[in-house]
């Protein structure tokens, strides 16, 4: 007797999908079910459904729930995690629940949620908030609400204190009142911006992408720091609007600031969906929900938005596409930039890579004209290029990891008004500490990783797995108390400098220091009220924000880029000194930027700083050419790792001899090696690397060989992943 099976796609690393028998009401593909499978109970979705199984009916179990009348994913968005879980070689189930938000994962309903909002009354609007001097929480409120003007959601009341217990004492008094309807997403305020006359290059840009709409064409959106892509993507975005059509806006983590909705919230008077891994569950459900019903006319989110179902999709934009965060690092490891060009091709319609410092590998495909290069050399309005110079610190005296050249600068800047910006990117005091008696340094049991050492919380913190420990008193070899911190962290910075400028306004910004809710943005609050005029940070500092009055960046270390096992790190490097300079002189101030480095005479370093990013990347491609690597190769890295050493390496050693019985023609298998950190969290890393000059060949091989490692008894004894085009190489 046959009977209809439907084809589910559940979260597991097997890489296919499973059979379960359908119930008698027949379910859509793209519908999730709620289904048995082992001791567990899954959300899985139905990809198509058959007539019989390979696996005989008696075993197959049934579908436990039906969870959506009608399909949740549309026939394209499938059709692209077919295609991403083919070239990624991950498997379909775990696709798809990546692309899905947690709360559609465990199964709840699909449907937007009413979000409270507060509405004054007209009594609420006419109080005056000096008459509740008694009630001072209420009293600030109130003055909130009145200034808000518009229903306030709960995210739009958090900067006033305790005002979720002031807010029932307003209600008692008939001055608020709650409305629940279903809220989109994000509070609308109206767009009253208005937007300057393009530059003729911004115009150029706006005409070519403007007359691709409705179809698909790669746009290379190359334009400095400051040069007004963002003001392009606007055009745009507002072409694509009064065409009725959807944009997708995809950004790096970090650079989604406040700053930049704000510029998209003045201008378009629309609802903005907005996707980003910070959001609460329901919030994340209810904008992604906005975005699939078509209600949110512009989305914007960091990766995992690149799989938004888009119902009029116009337009993707991918904004800094150079940057690392675009690449998941663990799990289903899809570049969202690569993944958002070819759903731009499969959706018929243009898309824009933006950034001041392109990928190396989209500047080849500019080159060879999949791409179509536009540029924007000069910044917008009134400001100036920063100047870049190299400072040698050989035989320098550094007093906090800065020169006394580099003091000299500062203080002449602070003396004329300006604001000055470090970087240096390692956070903690010091990143070592050592004994000075034997010798001794304090390391990471669980990882070949030195301890940080924190000075804020007095301990001592690995930055690969996290373990931490109080700061110790003695040597852990000889007992001596004579321990010191080697080399500088943000926090040894500021605190070198508090001496040296004990009279200005310092902050310091990294993932330390805006640990807590809210605390990042009151740092450059006061850093844009001028009441901080040092600031010292991370890679945090070097996306999206706007620092109109400083007037000098000083790289403090460029040297940590320029010695890596990873092929990538001068690329990474010069993004990020160029980014970071790029926050320099925005203004009508001229900025000017300082990098301390040993190594003056270093080529792609001297290239970088006297031709410009474009002769830098011209070289270091001609690099990759000559070591027939990205973009002039493709690559997958095979990565296995145990709690024992040798046990990745037997893995990857088998996988190596399964893949040359498979004849791999064109592809070079290098390797296996153990990782460059080969213990971490407590196990060993190995990896074996597959070279093709071809992406036909290493497909090809892929394809024939993961089966293989699937059913491998050594594979069964590590954890392995596969890492197509991998964006690090450990
Ligand atoms: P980017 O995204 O390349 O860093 P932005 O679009 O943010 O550049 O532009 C930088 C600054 O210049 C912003 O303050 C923006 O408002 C302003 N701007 C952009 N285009 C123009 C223009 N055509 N005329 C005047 N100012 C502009
Ligand atoms: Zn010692
Ligand atoms: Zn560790």
New binding site residues.
């Given amino acids: 007797m046959s009977r209809t099976v439907l084809h589910i796609a559940i979260p597991s690393p097997l890489r296919r999908h499973f059979d379960y028998l359908a119930p008698a009401a027949p379910v859509e593909p793209g519908c999730r079910v709620r289904v048995h499978f082992g001791r567990q109970q899954l959300v899985g979705v139905v990809l198509g459904t058959a007539d019989g199984s390979t696996v005989p009916l008696e075993k197959l179990r049934p579908v436990e729930a039906v969870l959506d009348a009608s399909p949740l994913l549309p026939p394209d968005l499938r059709e692209l995690l077919h295609w991403a879980s083919a070239y990624y070689h991950h498997p379909i189930g775990e696709v798809y629940a990546g692309a899905l938000p947690v709360a559609l994962r465990q199964g709840q309903p699909a449907q937007l949620r009413g979000l409270r909002r507060y509405a004054l009354t007209d009594a609420g609007r006419a109080a005056d908030p000096g008459q509740l001097k008694r009630a001072p929480r209420q009293a600030a409120l109130l003055a909130h609400l009145q200034r808000l003007a518009a229903p306030a959601a709960a995210d739009a009341l958090t900067e006033v204190a305790g005002w979720q217990g002031a807010m029932p004492r307003l209600e008692e008094k008939g001055w608020v009142l709650q409305d629940d309807t279903p809220a989109l997403p994000p509070a609308v305020t109206a767009g009253s911006d208005t937007p300057?006359?393009?530059?003729t290059a911004?115009q150029a840009a706006v005409d070519a992408v403007g007359a691709a709409f409705g179809r698909y064409a790669g746009f290379l959106l190359d334009?400095?720091?400051?040069?007004?892509?963002?003001?392009?993507y606007l055009r745009l975005i507002a072409q694509a609007l009064a065409a009725g059509r959807q944009t997708l806006v995809l950004v790096p983590e970090i650079g989604l600031t406040p700053q930049l909705l704000e510029r998209f919230r003045r201008r378009f008077p629309v609802p903005i969906a907005v996707l980003h891994s910070g959001l609460a569950d329901g919030e994340r459900l209810n904008a992604w929900l906005a975005a699939r019903a078509g209600l949110a006319p512009i989305v914007i989110g960091t990766r995992s938005a690149v799989f938004t179902p888009l119902p009029r999709l116009g337009l993707i934009i991918v904004d800094e596409e150079h940057d690392p965060s675009f690449k998941q690092q663990d799990g289903f490891r899809y570049s969202a930039r690569d993944v958002a060009v070819v759903r731009a091709q499969k959706a018929g319609v243009p898309v824009i890579l933006?950034s001041?410092t392109p990928a190396l590998e989209s500047l080849a495909n500019a080159s060879t004209g999949r791409y179509v290069r536009l540029e924007?050399p000069e910044?917008?309005?009134s400001?100036i290029h920063p100047q870049l110079h190299l400072l040698d610190i050989r035989h320098q005296r550094l007093d906090g990891g800065i020169s006394e050249p580099l003091y000299g600068v500062m203080g002449r800047h602070l003396e004329r008004g300006g604001q000055v910006l470090l970087f240096l990117n390692r956070r903690g005091y010091a990143p070592v500490l050592l004994c000075h008696d034997c010798g001794w340094v304090a390391s990471c049991r669980r990882c070949d990783a030195h301890l940080t050492y924190h000075a804020g919380h007095k301990r001592i913190r690995c930055h690969h797995c996290g373990t931490e420990r109080p700061l110790p008193q003695q040597c852990g070899g000889c007992g001596s108390h004579d321990l010191r911190p080697i080399g500088h962290g943000t926090e040894r910075v500021e605190e070198a400098l508090r001496a040296r400028f004990p009279a200005i306004g310092i902050e310091r910004i990294d993932r330390d220091a805006t640990r807590r809710k809210g605390s990042l943005e009151a740092k450059l609050e006061r850093v844009h009220s001028g009441e901080a005029r040092i600031l010292i940070g991370t890679q945090m500092l070097a996306k999206g924000h706007?620092f109109p009055d400083v007037t000098l960046v000083g790289i403090l270390d460029a040297d940590q880029g320029l010695f890596s096992a990873d092929f990538r790190a001068g690329e990474r490097m010069a993004q990020l000194i160029l980014q970071v300079a790029?926050r320099a002189g925005?203004a009508e101030r001229p900025g000017e930027v300082l990098i301390q480095t040993h190594h003056t005479d270093h080529p792609l370093l001297r290239l970088l700083i006297d031709e410009g990013y474009g002769a830098f990347a011209a070289a270091a491609l001609e690099e990759r050419r000559q070591a027939e690597l990205p973009p002039y190769a493709f690559l997958a890295l095979l990565r296995a790792e145990a709690p024992a050493a040798a046990v990745p390496l037997a893995f990857l050693e088998e996988a190596r001899q399964l893949a040359g019985g498979l004849q791999p023609e064109g592809v070079l298998l290098l390797g296996p090696v153990p990782a460059p950190m080969e213990k971490r969290a407590g196990r060993f890393r190995a990896q074996l690397l597959l070279q093709a000059a071809g992406r036909a060949a290493l497909h090809r091989l892929l394809d024939r060989w993961l089966p293989l490692l699937e059913e491998s008894k050594a594979g069964r004894r590590v954890r392995w992943s596969l890492d197509v085009d991998p964006g690090e190489m450990f």
């Fill in positions: 300057p006359a393009l530059g911004q334009g400095v720091t400051g040069s007004g892509k963002t003001e392009v933006g001041a924007l910044r917008a309005g400001a706007h790029g925005r």
